[in-house]
């Protein structure tokens, strides 16, 4: 084994590597293992941007780093900042695709909304980023390097998968990711600061419930029957309700974490009170969940789709908290960049749209 002339394999991305495999896979090429934690140190101590960077390493193992374990081509193709201080990135990968990532900086907290898919195939009729269908999944080491460019705008505490795309529709490379960025050798953001949201894939749900890690979960509702939910979400009439409900209140009771439901309003369509009362009887059928109301955030291809007024907003509230459902009201962050909830989308990729 030596540092130079590895046996000729398919280049690995780095930042697809979860940081206990790396002195596998350096034997595996017949490259000395004990390089393992000094690779893991550059990569996630310095954060280098690229090979030539990591000076504590020789430079014939540069290069053949360079060969079998590139570090993903990414790069912020554009950037956009809205008053309220959220910056919305457009992260551009080799093959031209690009996904839209969010900085939502708070008091004590800087969050990162990451994106899973190039596109989202699931059709929520209210959510802009699938509303020209899904174009490919991200690899793992493309939603590391969504972090890993995030970083530069300062330290991100915590990750929401809440981004462009469906995570369970690609759930291996998201989980990979999300453990890498967790990983104490990797840039250790801890599990809990985490939150994966689905618009409710019941066997990703089943699945994280197995995984041995505390990742919070979000579940998109929406809607408190199955004839409303099934308009407007798709993935209702492939997991109804009544597989949807019994599944999350099997993962709070297996894993004793808590579910957070998404409950966007949206004016005259999900916003009466028969819907709060709806909602509230469905949400105390899962032990541990909790209600998420945002005020839906106006997207341009569905017009008719509106902004419900302060006084529905506190009304839902008034009639989860009377049920004793725990319940939060959400501001939506970075309207004027187009960075809210359901408004990320490829406008770079649509001749009359440009990216702003
Ligand atoms: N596919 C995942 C994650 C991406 S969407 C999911 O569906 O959960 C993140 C959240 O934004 C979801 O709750 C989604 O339903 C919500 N959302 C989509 N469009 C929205 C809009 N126009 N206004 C407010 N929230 C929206």
């Not at 550059?42 to 014939?60: M, N, V």
């Amino acid at each position: 084994m030596s540092d130079a002339a590895p046996a000729p394999a398919k280049p690995a991305p780095a930042w697809g590597i979860l940081p206990d495999e790396w002195k596998g896979i350096l034997a595996e090429r017949g490259l000395r293992p004990f390089r393992a934690d000094q690779i893991l140190q550059s990569l996630y101590r310095d954060y280098i941007g690229g090979w030539d960077e990591a000076t504590t390493l020789p430079k014939d193992f540069r290069e053949t780093l360079k060969k079998e374990f590139p570090l993903t081509p990414a790069t912020i193709a554009a950037t956009s900042e809205s008053g309220d201080g959220t910056k919305k990135l457009l992260v551009a990968f080799e093959d031209g695709n690009a996904v839209e990532t969010v900085l939502i900086q708070a008091t004590g907290r800087f969050t990162q909304c990451i994106s899973t898919q190039v596109g989202c195939a699931m059709g929520c009729v209210f959510c802009a980023s699938g509303a020209r269908g899904v174009v490919r999944s991200l690899k793992a080491d493309e939603i590391v390097a969504q972090y890993l460019l995030a970083r530069r705008f300062g330290d991100i505490t915590n990750i929401v998968v809440m981004g462009m795309g469906e995570p369970f529709a690609n759930y291996a490379e998201t989980m990979r990711a999300l453990r890498l960025i967790n990983a104490g050798k990797g840039p250790n953001l801890g599990a809990r600061h985490i939150t994966i949201s689905t618009c409710g894939v019941v066997p990703g749900i089943e699945k994280l419930a197995d995984e041995n890690i505390q990742f919070e979960l979000s579940v998109s509702l929406h809607a408190p029957n199955d004839e409303l939910r099934s308009r407007l979400m798709p993935v209702n009439r492939q997991w109804p309700l009544d597989e949807l409900i019994p599944a999350c209140a099997a993962y709070t009771k297996k894993t004793k974490r808590i579910i957070t439901f998404e409950y966007t309003v949206i004016e005259g369509v999900n916003d009466s009170r028969a819907c709060a009362d709806e909602l509230a009887r469905l949400v105390r059928r899962v032990p541990m969940a909790k209600v998420n109301l945002i005020p839906l955030s106006p997207v341009s291809h569905r017009p008719d789709f509106r902004t419900p007024d302060e006084r529905t907003m506190m009304m839902f509230l008034d009639v989860l908290m009377k049920a004793k459902v725990q319940t939060m009201l959400r501001r939506s962050r970075g309207k004027d960049a187009n960075a809210a909830c359901g408004q990320l989308r490829l406008r770079n990729l649509d001749g009359q749209e440009r990216h702003n």
